[in-house]
């Protein structure tokens, strides 16, 4: 199993102004599975990939990454797991813009030392980049800045993509392109997708479905063969 989530729980504040966003959710996700995390504002689905991602600490529980609990790691350790195990891909692209299209893409495999351009090069025009790599970020369309963020992120060979919102800002046939070309290109890499959305459309192309409710886990779903 990539992936272990064991009673996670957060707490903001101290005492009398704490506040509870999470409370003891627990899911696993295989190598190369799929998991949508759903769930109304508030309930806590953000937080969970922030906590994953090691950007926040959680106040009980652990995170299982092939086996290593990295909730315990400081955080230069959690920069090494972002950089060579976790990637990550936002509703806001967070592209550089003054570096090109192909900067952008070769960005972080270079700071894991995975830069292989033949690979970022396959990436671009598997993602319908290839006519663009000299542009800069201003000069593309939203979904195109898009395809640029995940084409970044798969550069780097993560074995596991946390994907908060990736289409939240798109109209609904560029969203679907775009998820079509993620699962895709992921699947390919043999990378596993843990994906926070608010569409039900979309959370039915995944492996598993998991919705969040008051920071509890309140539906766990299998909608695919090969899921968990």
Same mark, same amino acid.
């Given at each position: 199993?990539?992936?272990?989530?064991?009673?996670?729980?957060? !707490? #903001?504040?101290?005492?009398?102004?704490?506040?509870?966003?999470?409370?003891?959710? !627990?899911?696993?996700?295989?190598?190369?599975? !799929?998991?949508?995390?759903?769930?109304?504002?508030?309930?806590?689905?953000?937080?969970?990939? +922030?906590?994953?991602?090691?950007?926040? /600490?959680?106040?009980?529980?652990?995170?299982?990454?092939?086996?290593?609990?990295?909730?315990?790691?400081?955080?230069?350790?959690?920069?090494?797991?972002?950089?060579? !195990?976790?990637? =990550?891909?936002?509703?806001?692209?967070?592209?550089?813009?003054?570096?090109? @299209?192909?900067?952008?893409?070769?960005? +972080?495999?270079?700071?894991?030392?995975?830069?292989? %351009?033949?690979?970022?090069? #396959?990436?671009?025009? /598997?993602?319908?980049?290839?006519? +663009? &790599?000299?542009? #800069?970020?201003?000069?593309? *369309?939203?979904?195109?800045?898009?395809?640029?963020?995940?084409?970044?992120?798969?550069?780097?060979? %993560? $074995?596991?993509? =946390?994907?908060?919102?990736?289409?939240?800002? &798109?109209?609904?046939?560029?969203?679907?392109?775009?998820?079509? &070309?993620?699962?895709?290109?992921? *699947?390919?890499?043999?990378?596993?997708? =843990?994906? @926070?959305? +608010?569409?039900?459309?979309?959370?039915? $192309?995944?492996?598993? $479905?998991l919705t969040l409710s008051a920071g509890q886990t @309140?539906?766990?779903?299998?909608? /695919?063969?090969?899921?968990?």
């Amino acid at each position: 199993m990539l992936l272990q989530v064991r009673q996670l729980s957060k !707490t #903001y504040g101290q005492e009398a102004m704490a506040q509870q966003v999470l409370r003891d959710v !627990t899911f696993d996700l295989q190598a190369g599975g !799929t998991l949508a995390l759903e769930g109304e504002s508030g309930s806590g689905k953000s937080t969970v990939l +922030h906590l994953i991602a090691g950007l926040d /600490k959680p106040s009980g529980g652990q995170i299982l990454l092939d086996g290593r609990d990295i909730t315990v790691l400081g955080d230069a350790e959690s920069a090494e797991v972002r950089r060579g !195990t976790v990637g =990550l891909v936002f509703q806001q692209f967070n592209l550089i813009p003054s570096l090109t @299209v192909a900067a952008n893409i070769a960005f +972080h495999a270079r700071l894991s030392q995975k830069h292989d %351009p033949e690979h970022a090069e #396959y990436l671009a025009h /598997k993602l319908g980049l290839g006519d +663009h &790599l000299q542009k #800069y970020p201003e000069a593309l *369309s939203g979904g195109q800045q898009q395809r640029v963020a995940i084409a970044r992120t798969l550069a780097a060979v %993560p $074995r596991l993509i =946390l994907a908060d919102e990736p289409t939240g800002n &798109l109209d609904e046939a560029s969203a679907d392109r775009v998820l079509d &070309l993620l699962l895709e290109t992921a *699947s390919e890499a043999g990378s596993a997708v =843990l994906m @926070v959305t +608010h569409s039900a459309r979309q959370a039915a $192309r995944m492996g598993n $479905r998991l919705t969040l409710s008051a920071g509890q886990t @309140v539906v766990r779903e299998r909608l /695919k063969a090969g899921g968990t």
